[in-house]
Structures are given as structure tokens and as C-alpha cells.
């Protein structure tokens, strides 16, 4: 493994990207703790211990803890990701987009454009709404007005824009995807505040050093099973008819399809939480109301009805992201087109129908597998004492995205070794170069 790491910063291109990678990760490090003018921040500290248990805190975990300093970067890359969700969503439905997924390059672009627009959009109403939040409901703003929700709404939108340029930056010239890099930065930042909260713990003996063996044990066993699950794959064969063109001849070969068990990625557990994050957040504003207090002890953590509907969403929204994200009928006219078939199954429609009914059957356990990932965090709380910001790297949203992007990452730098004749990461045995004549 250490000769693997030395190889890497042998070559100049390679360790030119991954040098580059970083120095910009530490901008947006540095940007997550640089305030918007006008708010009292010890104010904003004590007004959001509160709320670490609400959506104001899983917005707060992707952000990389900006939002509870108030900072430039307190919407993060998050407007961005909306503004990319939004438009998948309408290329599966509104022809004119689904005319742009097919031009190639050039509708590429122009999706792209509409992206970045969609951004700043978004990102101005979040701003405007968080200058709202700060100034009336949280009462942490110096001196509240029309100037300080103008400055807010400058500042966050600013750089939400600054990110979102460092992200396409990191893809184009750095390793890996910028975009899910920054979002990962974010939440690996809160993990050495939470060990050394974990060692001062063992020091005054309220947590004992077998527990720590133990939870070493556990997230090794849970880390295993995110990259199993996130790897894991179902392969129809696929053939490809020979072709002949002039003297030569095309196609002939074998290959198959990969269906991923989890297509749909880490965004079913973002949707479910979001949405199950409502009631409680709504609560909140509420603290008169009996029955609102009664649905924000059922909509707790620690509350079984919570696991089982939190479960339930994740599997509808899995299934729900996986007919957005994966179009067998596409599938299956692409291959109709050249000359690829599935052996045993007939090309078109039955083509499609096979697909789907492999597709359906392998998101089942992908969505279960998901599901309890997604809950394990709340039921380590209860069975051993851990507080909530240890065990979300025990799964759910943080761990997927820690591991998806480690796993991406890894990926691309595997491609750049072998494309010289090392050995990568992944490879088991070394690559050779052709014998000159």
C-alpha cells in the first residue's frame, strides 16, 4: 500500500490533480467559517443547540456545519444539487428537456446553463428565507432591516455561486466528482471534534474502552456492508450481432448490463428525511400546542413508529428514484439500434419487460439494505449510548456519501495508474506494457 501511495506522487500529472484538489478544499474549508455581517454568533450558538435534532441540523450536516455559523458558505452546494434534481425530474417528463438529453454535447451544455440558473434561483430564496429565519425567529441579528437581509442574501448567494465554480474546477482539473467531493469535505469535517469528544469521554469514565473496541468493531462490519451494497451489482448478458461494413466487420462481441442494487444512490434516505424531518421542525414553533408535542414524541428519534415509517419512505422513494434514474424501454431501444440483444429474450418490448422485472426484483433488497442502514445510527443510540453526532457515521446519509465519493475517487485514481502500467488500488496484479519489436 505505501509503494502504491508513492507511485501516485510520481507521476506529475497525477499528483499535480490531487495537489490541486486539495488546495481548493481548504478554500472551502476556510469559507464555511467566514460570517455574514450583522449576526451575533454566540447568539446563533445557543439558539442552535436545539435544533441539531431537526432539519435546520441535517441541512447543517451537509453543509459542513456553515449554516450554524452563519457563514458565506452556509447554503453550501445544496441549491445546486436541488437545482440538478429538478432538472432529471423534468427530463423524465417535459418533452423540451428530454429532447436537450438527447443532443449530445451541445445539449449537454444547455442543460447545464439552465442548472447554473436554477441555482441561483434557488439560492436567492433559500438566502432571502435564512435572513428571514435569523432575523425573526431566531433573533440573533445585530441590527435587523432591509440592509442586513441584502448583505445576507449577497453574501450566501455569492457563495453558494463561489462553490459551485470550485466544484466544476475539481472536476475538470482535479481527481474525482468537485460537486460530491465538497459535500463530503463537509461531513468529514465533524469527525475529529467528534473523536476527541469520544477520548474525553473514556478519560472521565463515562464510556469504557471495550465500548470503543466494540463500536471500532461495528463500524468496520457497517463500512464493509455500505461498499458491498453500493458495489453491488446484477449482470444481463448482452449480445451484439456482427455487422458487416465494407471489409470490415463490427460487433460480435459479448458484454452485459450492469443494474446496480442500490441505483437510486443516497438519495431516497435524503428525500424520507427531509420529509420526516417536517413535523418535528414544524413543532418546534408550537411549544403551546399539546397535540403538536404528541407528534413530535412519536416523529423522535428514539421512537420505533419513527424507524418503521422512515423505513417505509426510503423503500417507496428508492423505487421511486430508481424508475426516474433507470429507463429500460431507453435501454432497450438503444440496444435494438445496435444490434444487441439479450439472449433468449426477444428485442423491443419483451427486451424492456425483462429488464424491468430484473430491475424490480433487485431494488427490493437494495431498498430494504437501505433502509436499515439508514436506521442502524438511531438503534446504536439507544443500545449503547452514542450520541447523534458519532453515530451518523455509522450510516445513514453521511456514511453513503463518505463512501460512495471515497470509493469514486479511488476509481479515477486507479484509472490514471493503470493507464501507465501500475498497479492500482483495486488491480490484483501488475499490468504490462506491449514488448517492443
Known amino acids: 500500500m505505501l509503494d502504491k501511495l508513492k507511485t501516485i506522487f510520481t507521476i506529475p500529472d497525477l499528483k499535480r490533480r490531487i495537489l490541486f484538489t486539495v488546495a481548493l478544499l481548504i478554500i472551502v474549508r476556510m469559507g464555511a467559517h467566514i460570517p455574514v455581517p450583522g449576526v451575533d454568533g454566540e447568539a446563533l450558538a445557543r439558539a442552535f443547540q436545539n435544533m441539531q435534532n431537526s432539519l435546520f441540523g441535517l441541512f447543517n450536516t451537509f453543509v459542513g456545519g456553515a449554516f450554524q455559523k452563519a457563514s458565506l458558505f452556509s447554503l453550501g452546494i445544496m441549491p445546486y444539487i436541488s437545482a440538478s434534481i429538478i432538472i432529471q425530474l423534468m427530463g423524465s417528463v417535459v418533452p423540451y428537456f428530454q429532447r436537450l438529453q438527447k443532443e449530445g454535447e451541445a445539449g449537454r451544455k444547455k442543460i447545464t446553463q439552465l442548472t447554473r440558473y436554477g441555482t441561483v434561483m434557488i439560492s436567492v430564496m433559500q438566502s432571502y428565507t435564512v435572513a428571514l429565519f435569523l432575523e425573526k425567529e431566531l433573533q440573533v441579528v445585530i441590527d435587523p432591516g432591509f440592509l442586513f437581509r441584502f448583505t445576507t442574501v449577497v453574501s450566501m448567494v455569492t457563495g453558494t455561486i463561489f462553490l459551485m465554480w470550485l466544484g466544476e474546477r475539481i472536476t475538470e482539473r482535479g481527481i474525482g466528482n468537485g460537486i460530491s467531493m465538497i459535500i463530503m469535505i463537509g461531513i468529514v469535517s465533524a469527525l475529529p471534534n467528534v473523536i476527541v469528544s469520544e477520548i474525553s469521554l473514556v478519560q472521565e469514565g463515562v464510556h469504557s474502552l471495550l465500548s470503543e473496541v466494540i463500536l471500532l468493531g461495528v463500524m468496520f462490519v457497517i463500512v464493509s456492508f455500505v461498499v458491498l451494497l453500493t458495489q453491488g451489482t446484477r449482470r444481463i448478458p448482452v449480445s451484439y450481432a456482427k455487422r458487416v461494413v465494407g471489409r470490415k466487420v463490427y460487433g460480435g462481441q459479448n458484454t452485459h448490463i450492469p443494474l446496480r442494487v442500490n441505483t437510486a444512490g443516497v438519495m431516497p434516505i435524503i428525500f424520507a428525511q427531509a420529509i420526516m424531518f417536517i413535523p418535528s421542525t414544524v413543532s418546534m414553533f408550537f411549544t403551546d400546542s399539546e397535540f403538536m408535542q404528541s407528534v413530535?414524541?412519536?416523529?423522535?428519534?428514539?421512537h420505533p413508529f419513527y424507524w418503521f415509517v422512515f423505513g417505509l419512505m426510503i423503500v417507496f422513494f428508492t423505487y421511486f428514484y430508481t424508475a426516474?434514474?433507470?429507463?429500460?424501454?431507453?435501454?432497450?431501444?438503444?440496444?435494438?439500434q445496435q444490434g444487441g440483444f439479450i439472449?433468449?429474450?426477444?428485442?423491443?418490448?419483451?427486451?424492456?419487460?425483462?429488464?424491468?422485472?430484473?430491475?424490480?426484483?433487485?431494488?427490493?433488497?437494495?431498498?430494504?439494505?437501505?433502509?436499515?442502514?439508514?436506521?442502524?445510527?438511531?438503534?446504536?443510540?439507544?443500545?449503547?449510548?452514542?450520541?447523534?453526532?458519532?453515530?451518523?457515521?455509522?450510516g445513514g446519509t453521511s456514511l453513503l456519501i463518505i463512501v460512495g465519493v471515497a470509493l469514486d475517487t479511488l476509481q479515477q485514481v486507479e484509472s490514471h495508474l493503470m493507464m501507465r502500467h501500475y498497479d492500482g488500488f483495486?488491480?490484483?496484479?501488475?499490468?504490462?506494457?506491449?514488448?517492443?519489436m
Request: no cysteine; hydrophobic share 45%; net charge positive.
Open 296 to 302: 413530535m414524541r412519536w416523529f423522535s428519534f428514539e
Open 324 to 336: 426516474m434514474a433507470f429507463d429500460p424501454v431507453q435501454v432497450s431501444s438503444n440496444m435494438k
Open 343 to 394: 439472449p433468449g429474450v426477444r428485442p423491443g418490448k419483451k427486451t424492456a419487460e425483462y429488464i424491468d422485472n430484473i430491475l424490480t426484483r433487485v431494488t427490493l433488497p437494495g431498498s430494504i439494505s437501505l433502509a436499515f442502514v439508514a436506521i442502524f445510527p438511531y438503534i446504536l443510540m439507544q443500545t449503547m449510548d452514542v450520541g447523534y453526532d458519532l453515530a451518523s457515521f455509522f
Open 426 to 436: 483495486l488491480s490484483k496484479g501488475r499490468i504490462r506494457g506491449r514488448r517492443r
